[in-house]
């Protein structure tokens, strides 16, 4: 607090996150989580494209779609040197929809898209996912998304598509980014998704059962 007694920065920002967090749409989840186990009951996989912050995401949530859900996930972003050498010859805003053909994306499969705005042609924004996402279409691949915006190609050409709410325009990519991780660890734990137990949650039953 400070002299004036107004709340600090962290009060107000950990405010905003359980505020996003009430504001999630739960349907639009649910969406999500039933096109993910379809992808993997017929065995599809899980391409899942960020840039960024969301890059990391991306490879965070391969691991754990893989672990612990089994579905079968990568990130193109994991490769450096292909996504330096495409950014290098290429440019920026090809290094998704080749990585795709290269991979054989079909219609058993389905992009994961993390993302702060989705991308956006006219503005010139991560248009990289824009190509990825229209090729997608053309092969008939689901889409899904986890994004900020509801304004952006993601969100429009989507699936299903979770928009992460704004509830305070400052703060806008801080909680987009934040809540990936938290709506994608919801999917890998979802009991329609999940296949094993996380490491520390089997421990705790383990001490438990020799009490």
């Given at each position: 607090?400070d002299k004036?007694?107004?709340?600090?920065?962290?009060?107000?920002?950990?405010?905003?996150?359980?505020?996003?967090?009430?504001?999630?749409?739960?349907?639009?989840?649910?969406?999500?989580?039933?096109?993910?186990?379809?992808?993997?009951?017929?065995?599809?996989?899980?391409?899942?494209?960020?840039?960024?912050?969301?890059?990391?995401?991306?490879?965070?949530?391969?691991?754990?779609?893989?672990?612990?859900?089994?579905?079968?996930?990568?990130?193109?972003?994991?490769?450096?040197?292909?996504?330096?050498?495409?950014?290098?010859?290429?440019?920026?805003?090809?290094?998704?929809?080749?990585?795709?053909?290269?991979?054989?994306?079909?219609?058993?499969?389905?992009?994961?898209?993390?993302?702060?705005?989705?991308?956006?042609?006219?503005?010139?924004?991560?248009?990289?996912?824009v190509h990825?996402?229209?090729?997608?279409?053309?092969?008939?691949?689901?889409?899904?998304?986890?994004?900020g915006r509801?304004?952006?190609?993601?969100?429009?050409?989507?699936?299903?598509?979770?928009?992460?709410?704004?509830?305070?325009?400052?703060?806008?990519?801080?909680?987009?980014?934040?809540?990936?991780?938290?709506?994608?660890?919801?999917?890998?734990?979802?009991?329609?998704?999940?296949?094993?137990?996380?490491?520390?949650?089997?421990?705790?039953?383990?001490?438990?059962?020799?009490?």
């Amino acid at each position: 607090m400070d002299k004036k007694g107004n709340k600090t920065f962290s009060d107000q920002y950990l405010k905003e996150v359980g505020e996003v967090a009430g504001k999630i749409d739960i349907e639009m989840v649910e969406m999500c989580v039933v096109l993910l186990d379809k992808t993997r009951e017929r065995g599809g996989r899980l391409f899942v494209l960020g840039v960024g912050g969301s890059a990391a995401n991306a490879s965070h949530a391969v691991n754990d779609f893989r672990k612990i859900a089994g579905i079968e996930a990568y990130a193109p972003t994991d490769n450096v040197s292909e996504l330096t050498a495409r950014t290098n010859d290429d440019g920026f805003h090809t290094i998704f929809e080749p990585w795709l053909k290269t991979s054989h994306l079909s219609a058993k499969d389905t992009i994961l898209v993390l993302s702060v705005g989705g991308g956006h042609e006219e503005r010139q924004i991560s248009v990289n996912l824009v190509h990825a996402l229209k090729y997608a279409q053309g092969i008939k691949a689901n889409i899904i998304g986890i994004v900020g915006r509801s304004d952006g190609y993601t969100a429009k050409v989507a699936d299903a598509c979770v928009i992460i709410p704004t509830v305070n325009s400052d703060h806008v990519t801080a909680h987009s980014e934040s809540f990936q991780e938290v709506i994608w660890h919801l999917f890998v734990f979802h009991p329609s998704l999940k296949l094993e137990r996380g490491k520390w949650e089997s421990e705790n039953s383990a001490s438990g059962a020799k009490r």
